[in-house]
């Protein structure tokens, strides 16, 4: 039982991270910022945690054309919650 909790402990702390970094992303994308420029902000911050650079190219054009936004990671983190 403690294996299982700490791997979805750890588990849930791996998807926080990213919950942030794809609201960073969201963020500066709004302000123009360009993704390698993002990538290198989140690299100062999140160290070795960042999303890869590909990653964030991925969601910066997602967000850009409207298919990924804030409220679509809410519905799946009330998921990983109800587990």
Same mark, same amino acid.
């Given at each position: 039982?403690?294996?299982?909790?700490?791997? /979805? $402990?750890?588990?849930?702390? =791996?998807?926080?991270?990213?919950?942030?970094? @794809? &609201?960073?992303?969201? =963020?500066?994308?709004?302000?123009?910022?360009?993704?390698?420029?993002?990538? +290198?902000?989140? +690299? &100062?911050? /999140?160290?070795?945690?960042?999303?890869?650079?590909? $990653?964030? @190219?991925?969601?910066? @054009?997602?967000?850009?054309?409207?298919?990924?936004?804030? &409220?679509?990671?809410?519905?799946? $983190? +009330?998921?990983?919650?109800?587990?």
């Amino acid at each position: 039982m403690l294996t299982v909790l700490t791997q /979805y $402990t750890s588990k849930w702390k =791996f998807s926080d991270v990213r919950f942030k970094q @794809r &609201a960073v992303i969201e =963020f500066l994308t709004g302000e123009k910022i360009p993704p390698i420029e993002i990538h +290198r902000r989140m +690299r &100062a911050v /999140y160290g070795d945690q960042c999303v890869d650079v590909s $990653t964030v @190219r991925r969601w910066v @054009r997602r967000f850009k054309h409207g298919e990924l936004g804030q &409220a679509d990671l809410s519905d799946k $983190t +009330r998921e990983v919650e109800g587990l």
